[in-house]
Nanobody, 125 residues
Framework: QVQLVESGGALVQAGDSLRLSCTAT????????MSWFRQAPGKGREFVAA????????YYADSVKGRFVISRDNVQNMMYLQMRALKSEDTAVYFC??????????????????WGQGTLVTVSS
């Protein structure tokens, strides 16, 4: 079973860039599809981006397409979310999530089995 810890959240200005990291422990990281979700204050958790287990395929929510890039390093057991041109509406707690071994990524919360505790990104306008 993989365990996940997010980091990199911060208070930034609109238009800034920020990179989030997800550190994974456990043997199954390199065979797990991974994703980022976010939860804004008073709202439900929403899908942001996903990547397959070898890093060859990615998928993005329309709201972040062209601004965010998801990537992973299966040697270092890390996943990243590079965010640029941040907007106030990107303010949220960002969560990384892992899906079961060798399964395709999805864009629903229920597609993922393991979650991190979240890291807060605040974008001031």
């Amino acid at each position: 079973q993989v365990q996940l810890v997010e980091s990199g959240g911060a208070l930034v200005q609109a238009g800034d860039s920020l990179r989030l990291s997800c550190t994974a422990t456990g043997r199954s990281f390199s065979s797990s599809a991974m994703s980022w979700f976010r939860q804004a204050p008073g709202k439900g958790r929403e899908f942001v981006a996903a990547i397959n287990w070898i890093g060859s395929s990615t998928y993005y929510a329309d709201s972040v397409k062209g601004r965010f890039v998801i990537s992973r390093d299966n040697v270092q057991n890390m996943m990243y979310l590079q965010m640029r041109a941040l907007k106030s509406e990107d303010t949220a707690v960002y969560f990384c999530a892992a899906r079961g071994t060798y399964r395709a990524y999805g864009d629903r919360e229920g597609d993922y089995d393991v979650w991190g505790q979240g890291t807060l990104v605040t974008v001031s306008s």
